[in-house]
């Protein structure tokens, strides 16, 4: 999916299983090169740990065989403070390490988050057109959030266990290998059943991700504003809830399953861990019988046993942790490797403001590969003059609008601003010259104030009362007993349709772009309303160049050009009374849509 066509991707594709390739190896390990000594510095604990453990053991040999036959009380003292010691150096070791791992992969995932949100804000709308509700946020917290455990579940664990497994092999060797191979034949009993078990927990993890990730998606559509509403109105209520109960169930029925899929593993464990030693007190009985070993050869082997079979326990997991984890970096690489599209060319220059006129010359667009949304669309927007597109819903007006500041590129033809193409300049200077107020104006979570300093945080009280003024907003702000510092509620939600246009116009007004994108509203003003936001447009469109994708007369009488779009493309252009003449799909527009309008502005303007 590396330089993904966007349009073609499905974001709920996970790969079945983690495919564990070098390459992938070597970008996670990229993450780890930061910490590199940390790393390092957390292997030679583990190490050191591991050596130490054999200690305890190995002393128990000579308090057996040395300190009590001999009644050395100053030997048994001398070894019991040397065990305890090395207990104690290992543990405090251990809180060492423990800090460690959570320094490494909490920096990962900080370093991760930000290179993520970093990239996110790259990506292009049609992205975020695409993806399932949920799925960024998903990917944001909880996937990148379980990198941190990777470290701990699968590289410390898998060190860890190695240089246990492999000093207390060495140190059985060393002191009887009969005894030794003896205690390693049953092995196999172990890593058999493991590999298998390994694969069945694999796959009930996978499922139970995947149906978090659609409980989360249902939260995300039902529990957000807009879901809420859709689902209250429809009296859905009911039905959400049983398709959420049903996935969660299914969650809590997968979850129960996978942990007890481990435990009967553990059981038959447990009791191979207590044959081990059995077959030592047994065979390291006769040899001690033979004169072969010691009493205190086969106590210390027995304990040095417990560590070989606890280690092998925990690489059970080992497999499944892995695969997660592998998983996991699989689904946050899989976003960071689609390139957004739409960026800076190398040498890319500034807009110049003082030169905003816009031309269209042969733009076509699609959405869809098969799907054609503009054809063939040429015009000029001349500098300082209005342009109104016109035209049923669904032909492509707002698209026009939004091939303007690059939201999407064009596939054929070139828009040009001042002559310049568009993708030669910076996108930040070409977007911070456009004023864009959509229907759905967006306002966030936060203060009039907040919303407003949005578009220009250097903008003084009085510039941003002025602005509001122009929108003839403000008096309508002041009526709030905190004012300017009203908190508007989710989306705006606090405030109506018209009153959030004003707003949203005080807010380009007080960006003052050199073109003004705007989108009327169609519905839900009333007449004043209306009234209030055409003042407000007439000193926000003074002398800039303008695309509004009109819905009132009085907003295409006042038009210097006017567009017909019908399917994806331009079928009429001129003036109002110039369109009206011609017969064609203006005229039938104009009736079927602008009846009503003209006698509710002809009522206002009698009142
Ligand atoms: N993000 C998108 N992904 C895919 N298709 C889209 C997307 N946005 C719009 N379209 C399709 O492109 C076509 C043009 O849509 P557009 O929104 O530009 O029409 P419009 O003239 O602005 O309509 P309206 O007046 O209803 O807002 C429509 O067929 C629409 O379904």
Known sequence: MANGNLRNMKFEDIAQKPNISKAMLKRISRYFIPYWKQTVLVLVILLLTSLLGLLPPILIQHIVDGALPSKDLRLLVTLVVASLGATVVAGLLGVLQTYLNSFISQNIVYDMKNQMYRHLQRMPLQFFSNVKQGEVITRMTSDIS????????????????????????????????KLAILAIVIVPLFIVPTRKMGKIRWKLAKQTQEKMSDQNHIIQETLSLSGYMLMKLFTKEEKEFSSFRSINSESKRLQIRESMAGRWFMMLLTTFTSIGPMLIYLYGGYLYIQGDITVGGIISFVALLSRIYGPFGQMTNLYVDINRSIALFERIFEYFDMEPNIVDRPNAIPMNPAKPDIAFHEVGFAYQQDK?????????????????????????KTTITNLIPRLYETDTGSIRIGGTDIRDMTLESLRSQIGLVTQDSYLFNGTIKDNLLYANSEATYEEMTEACKAAYIHDFIMEFPEGYDTVVGNRGIKL?????????????????????????????????????????????????????????????????????????TIVEEGKHEQLLLNNGVYKDLHSKQFDRSRNDSERLLEA
């Open 146 to 177: 379980g990198i941190q455990g990777v470290f701990n579940s699968t590289v410390v664990n898998f060190a860890n266990n190695s240089f246990i497994l492999v000093s207390t092999f060495v140190t059985l060797l060393i002191m009887n290998w």
């Open 372 to 396: 054609q949304a503009l054809r063939n669309i040429t015009f000029t927007a001349k500098l300082g003059t209005m342009t109104a597109l016109v035209g049923p819903s669904g032909a492509g």
């Open 496 to 568: 109506s349709g018209g009153e959030k246009q004003r707003i949203s116009i005080a807010r380009v007004l007080l960006k003052d772009p050199a073109i003004i994108i705007m989108d009327e509203a169609t519905s839900s003003l009333d007449t004043v309303s209306e009234y209030y936001i055409q003042r407000a447009m007439d000193l926000l469109l003074r002398n800039k160049t303008s695309i509004v994708i009109a819905h009132r007369l009085s907003t295409i009488m006042a038009a210097d050009n006017i567009l017909v779009v019908q399917d994806g």
